[in-house]
């Protein structure tokens, strides 16, 4: 399997562009996270989806983030405008319900985002 | 709630050392308990899991017991290799949501 696949891979962008990150979860998972990365607040989840559905959206900071999942192999997270301060790694990350035998996260490399 | 507190780093060791991150856990029924390794620029890597109370998870010479009774996995790694350096991250999954702790740094010296 390819894991999860991310990209871009690494952006620079300047303050007040739109930002978008894409993932393809790993084929059959039905359950995509997005995750962000920052070394002052460790890792957090910002959004996940249960078959291309938004379940739990309460750790998207502000309205400026928004995240789609329009079919089971693709997600988006759009940041408009994007800010300084959203400078961080995002992770996008995928699992299979297993029931009471436990679930295994798949993470992708991470979107490594630089806003000037 | 649920939630993961695991020991701050940076953790300093020479080559062949024994290794102990601590984890603890807050959780309501019965998560499965996770160990997961992230080398510098990757993502996070699954390094072993237990899924019930007394399971014992092991991989690569890592190992972690489920321990119900003081809600703890911590980490263990009889002797530390300078390929080990990394940030490890406690976790748990319980009601479809997987909980991270904040990681704790490794650095392993030759």
Known sequence: DAGVIQSPRHEVTEMGQEVTLRCKPISGHDYLFWYRQTMMRGLELLIYFNNNVPIDDSGMPEDRFSAKMPNASFSTLKIQPSEPRDSAVYFCASTRDRGPSGNTIYFGEGSWLTVV | GNSVTQMEGPVTLS????????????????????????????????????TKADDKGSNKGFEATYRKETTSFHLEKGSVQVSDSAVYFCALYNFNKFYFGSGTKLNVKP
């Open chain 2, 15 to 50: 080559e062949e050392a024994f290794l102990t991150i601590n984890c603890t856990y807050t959780a309501t029924g019965y998560p499965s308990l996770f160990w997961y390794v992230q080398y510098p620029g990757e993502g996070l890597q699954l390094l072993l899991k237990a």
